[in-house]
């Protein structure tokens, strides 16, 4: 069981910019489905980058805790003073690492790099960093790794050797396949090159994909939902409610739009003005934004301020 809590949090644009952020308080836990809903501007996609650690934002108070349970990965047992971690003191890779996916890491076109050795690479990529993470110093790996830190999504795909613990390829293929089947997934896909020509749908679709692949604990999905039509909308609906339902994650899904809530059921639903959650609810909620739109819920909190 994981948590994640937003606790307090305040930032700004980078070198003293724009406050944006102004006190957000938010838990997600693993297996529950939180939408986290406001108007344009609100400061929703800012609560996704500060989570990832995006260099344009600077956190001026406040914490992004994750909360984990000695036995949340199957093959490390996570020391006690490492089951409470302050996100905002790791570098983007090892937040990913602990188990908080963050969107799809958008590496450069590379040339000659398949979808499927970039999604084995990053899977593998994630396995070393968390085992570097939690290993207790006498660890001999520590020392047999270290010359290998810059393993990040970015730099590691064109790295073709396989070191030990990770995944083989015909091991990773079937993973990769039972996964795409899911999604609905031509499974040509898989050796498409990286990024070369992918249409808005098939980059969502992708997303929701690397995240079935690495298994997060909590899933941040910003606007998944954007230009797709129906028909794709349903498959990323159904990667979505596969990575709770069969994987046990909890999902942060941030969406300006209803529409995707119907095929992605909320546990609870999150109304971001200004910079802070406002209100917070059920699925109904969301339904009651749809009919009235936000203006209600600006009045409600600025009269009980
Ligand atoms: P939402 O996702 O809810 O539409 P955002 O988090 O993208 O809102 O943006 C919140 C506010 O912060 C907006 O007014 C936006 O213009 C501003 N903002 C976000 N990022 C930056 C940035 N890097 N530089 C300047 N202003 C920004
Ligand atoms: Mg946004
Ligand atoms: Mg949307």
Not at 82 to 107: H, I, K, S
Not at 183 to 193: G, H, K, N, V
Not at 225 to 243: E, K
């Amino acid at each position: 069981m994981a948590r994640l809590e937003l606790r307090d949090l305040h930032a700004q644009v980078a070198e003293g910019g724009e406050k944006i952020l102004d006190g957000v308080n938010l838990e997600v836990r693993s297996g529950e489905i939180h939408a986290l809903m406001g108007p344009n501007g609100s400061g929703k996609s800012t609560t996704a980058k500060v989570i990832a650690g995006h260099p344009a934002y600077e956190v001026t108070d406040g914490e992004v805790l994750v909360h984990l349970d000695e036995d949340e990965f199957e093959d490390i047992e996570i020391p006690e003073d490492m089951r409470t971690v302050n996100l905002l003191d790791l570098e983007p890779n090892e937040r990913a690492a602990l188990g908080v996916f963050l969107g799809f890491q958008y590496p450069a076109e590379i040339e000659g790099v398949t979808m499927v050795n970039f999604l084995r690479t990053a899977l593998n990529a994630k396995l070393e960093e968390r085992e570097e993470l939690f290993e207790d110093d006498e660890g001999e790996e520590a020392e047999a790794d270290a010359d290998d830190e810059d393993a990040g999504y970015d730099t590691s795909p064109m790295e073709g050797d396989v070191e030990e613990g990770d995944v083989g390829v015909a091991e990773f293929q079937e993973i990769m396949a039972e996964k795409m089947e899911q999604l609905d997934m031509d499974s040509q896909f898989a050796q498409r090159y990286l990024n070369a020509g992918f249409s808005g749908g098939e980059k969502k679709q992708n997303e929701v994909l690397q995240a079935a692949i690495l298994e997060p604990s909590i899933a941040v999905l910003d606007e998944i939902d954007s230009g797709l039509d129906i028909d794709r909308l349903q498959d990323v609906s159904n990667g979505i409610n596969a990575l709770r339902d069969e994987q046990g994650a909890g999902i942060l899904q941030i969406t300006h739009y209803q529409r995707i809530l119907d095929y992605v059921e909320p546990d609870h639903v999150h109304v971001m003005l200004d910079g802070k959650i406002a209100k917070s609810g059920d699925a109904d909620l969301a339904h009651k934004l749809e009919d009235e739109g936000y203006d209600w819920v600006r009045e409600e909190a600025y009269e009980t301020a």
